[in-house]
């Protein structure tokens, strides 16, 4: 309960307070209409709710992403571990290499000095040519060791070859019975009863060559047959093997029968 004398303080303190013709009264406080009335505070921050609804990856205020912020802690984490013998490092290591031990290079092959070559023999000097029947002279120095080799493995095939065939093979020359010769005849002689082969050549002065006409061999007896030409009888020689390597019989032409012996040449 307020005492009178206050209560009379008070109004004489107001009434000294207030300017002249004023007037004092209470004002009720005015309710804003729904039209007029401007929209409550938010109870928040708008921009802040926006950007909370939001992905994290399209976040504006954040510096790092989350993918960054993982791979700093787990630098962060590799450093701050201890270190542990024998543990496999999160990230290669160069270690240092143990050097190599090199070879020695091998040595050189030691130089192989060939022998000399012997000069080859000087071709003797001639005064003019040397003919094909002159034995005893050569147009060439004397045969060196691979000439003569060389010669002798021809002369080996040779006879290698020359065995292969049969005994008639080769030249044969056919004389009369005073010796004079008459044909020569060079024979193929395949072996093992193959056919009979050869050509002709008179040894007068015609000197006419030509094919034999036929051969025929049997047994001991060997019939040859030369045709000299259109027009002129055949030349037949019927032989017989007399002797080593020899053959004797006859020959018979337009000039009458006349013995004959045939060896090899």
């Known amino acids: ?8 303080l008070l109004l004489v303190t107001l009434t000294l307070a207030t300017p002249a013709g004023a007037q004092v009264f209470y004002e009720a406080p005015v309710t804003p209409s729904p039209e007029t009335a401007e929209p409550a505070e938010a109870a928040g921050d708008p921009i802040a709710d926006l950007l909370d609804a939001l992905p994290p990856d399209q976040s504006t205020d954040s510096a790092d992403s989350e993918e960054e912020v993982t791979v700093r802690q787990e630098q962060e ?6 270190f542990t013998p024998g543990a496999q490092p999160a990230a290669p290591v160069l270690l240092p290499q143990t050097p190599q031990a090199i070879a020695p290079a091998p040595a050189p092959a030691p130089t192989v000095t060939a022998a000399p070559r012997r000069p080859a023999p000087a071709r003797p000097t001639l005064d003019r040519p040397v003919m094909i029947d002159e034995f005893g002279r050569s147009p060439d120095g004397p045969p060196t060791q691979i000439d003569l080799g060389y010669e002798a493995r021809i002369r080996g095939s040779a006879s290698s070859a020359q065995g292969l065939l049969g005994p008639l093979d080769g030249g044969w ?9 008459l ?38 007896m060997l019939i040859v047959r030369i045709n000299r ?15 080593p390597g020899g053959w004797a019989g006859d020959l018979s032409d337009e000039t009458g029968t006349r013995a004959v012996t045939m060896r090899r040449n």
């Open 183 to 220: 044909y020569g005849l060079q024979l193929v002689d395949k072996g093992s009863g193959g056919t009979l082969e050869g050509a002709w050549r008179a040894m007068g002065g015609s000197g006419r060559v030509g094919l034999i006409e036929s051969l025929e061999r049997t047994g001991s």
């Open 229 to 243: 030409g259109y027009g002129r009888p055949l030349t037949v020689l019927t032989l017989s093997a007399s002797g």
């Open 173 to 181: 020359t056919v004389r009369g019975p005073d010796g004079v010769a």
């Open 1 to 8: 309960m307020i005492r009178p004398g206050v209560l009379l």
């Open 77 to 82: 984490a590799l450093l701050a571990a201890p």
